[in-house]
DNA sequence: AATTAATCTAAACGATAGGTTAGAAATAAT
DNA sequence: ATTATTTCTAACCTATCGTTTAGATTAATT
């Protein structure tokens, strides 16, 4: 009996994700997201709920493409060489054009505070932890080097990406070079 | 002829940038700011015009404030060590009791775009300028070690000074300790 | 063709944003 | 004490925020 959906909600959402990624959370209006999605307030409402399940499917949606960045780093077998290149490979995925984004889920843990949606931090969380995770697996993976600890080490590439996710909105590409070949010097 | 000013300037400017500095430019409102300056919004707007002057002014304050801790670092004269001193003497200066608020320069740069007020971005360019050019300094300055590039090496500590300030907001104290110590390891 | 149930458009909702203004209160000079 | 000039209070302005709703439109079922 019903009319049919005249628009795709993975589609939608893809739209979403890429203006939430450019202007952060609360820089994007529901009005701006109307336009860049082309549907009506009323779908976005009806499909998303509100405009924080909007962005908290966004950032899954951001998850999801970024994977397969991940994958490549899971799949690597030459430990810490792995990470590095999961740092260039990250600026190539974060790159449009001339401009850079950063990563959306450091965008978002920049933006907000700790008193935010529950599940909106919950997800910023996880995904650090598991980045972590796999920076560890790797570390220990290494054999060219014998690393004393490994947490710590892992703790200092976590940050470091941390980092670059932050620098890479503000500063040139050589300089996110220089700063990425020296994070690695001394391991 | 006049009625006294019942405020001084100066002061309610340093609690307008503890607002900001805790919650970012467009997290905080008018009337958030009238109530914890303890002044009201027409006083405001006569002292500073508008609330981009208010924060532009906010900004000139922290600077001065962290003049401070910069000026430590100009009178070292141990070189690298001296710039790892002022990475430890960033995050005790950016914390309070429990919280750490990052450096407002850095969460302003996070959070604003590039079509920014362009006065705001070019006192974010300035301290960016500034600090880069005294870790120059202090590269030059270090004579234990010889180093090829000291651009190269200002680029990378500039950088992962950037990152240490968006971190400072997210990671625990150990994870920032373990990520400084292994910056310094390498040079 | 009529019915039914969903989608869509578009207007409106209350709340709050940054900013303004009229008039009362206060102070120094005449 | 009156006047002149500034500060202050408090109400108000317009615009926009996220969200909701009424009514027209569409399409599958009967």
Same mark, same amino acid.
């Given at each position: /009996?019903?009319r049919?959906?005249?628009?795709?909600? &993975?589609?939608?959402? *893809?739209k979403? /994700?890429e203006?939430?990624?450019?202007? $952060?959370f609360?820089?994007?209006? /529901? @009005? @701006?997201?109307?336009? *860049?999605m082309?549907?009506?307030?009323?779908?976005?409402?009806?499909?998303?709920?509100s405009? #924080?399940?909007?962005?908290?499917?966004?950032? @899954?949606?951001?998850k999801? %493409?970024?994977q %397969?960045?991940?994958? %490549?780093?899971r799949?690597?077998?030459?430990?810490? #060489?792995?990470?590095k290149?999961?740092?260039y &490979?990250?600026?190539t995925?974060s790159k449009?054009?001339?401009m850079?984004?950063?990563?959306?889920?450091?965008?978002?843990?920049?933006e907000?505070?700790?008193?935010?949606?529950? #599940?909106i931090l919950a997800?910023?969380?996880?995904?650090?932890?598991?980045?972590?995770?796999?920076?560890?697996e790797?570390? @220990?993976q290494?054999?060219?080097?014998?690393i004393?600890?490994? *947490?710590?080490?892992?703790d200092?590439?976590?940050?470091?990406?941390f $980092?670059?996710?932050?620098?890479?909105?503000?500063?040139?590409? %050589?300089?996110?070079?220089?700063y990425? *070949?020296?994070?690695?010097?001394?391991?």
């Amino acid at each position: /009996m019903p009319r049919k959906k005249s628009y795709n909600e &993975d589609e939608v959402i *893809e739209k979403a /994700m890429e203006v939430f990624w450019k202007n $952060g959370f609360e820089m994007t209006s /529901m @009005q @701006q997201l109307e336009k *860049e999605m082309g549907i009506n307030k009323f779908s976005i409402y009806a499909s998303f709920g509100s405009k #924080e399940g909007l962005f908290l499917r966004s950032i @899954q949606c951001y998850k999801e %493409k970024l994977q %397969k960045v991940v994958e %490549k780093l899971r799949r690597s077998t030459d430990g810490i #060489e792995g990470i590095k290149a999961y740092f260039y &490979d990250f600026i190539t995925f974060s790159k449009e054009h001339e401009m850079v984004k950063g990563c959306l889920v450091t965008n978002t843990a920049n933006e907000l505070r700790a008193d935010a949606n529950p #599940e909106i931090l919950a997800a910023l969380s996880d995904f650090t932890s598991e980045i972590r995770s796999v920076f560890l697996e790797k570390i @220990q993976q290494d054999s060219n080097l014998k690393i004393d600890d490994p *947490e710590e080490k892992a703790d200092y590439l976590l940050v470091a990406m941390f $980092g670059l996710s932050s620098a890479s909105r503000v500063f040139t590409q %050589k300089q996110l070079h220089h700063y990425i *070949e020296n994070i690695f010097n001394n391991l």
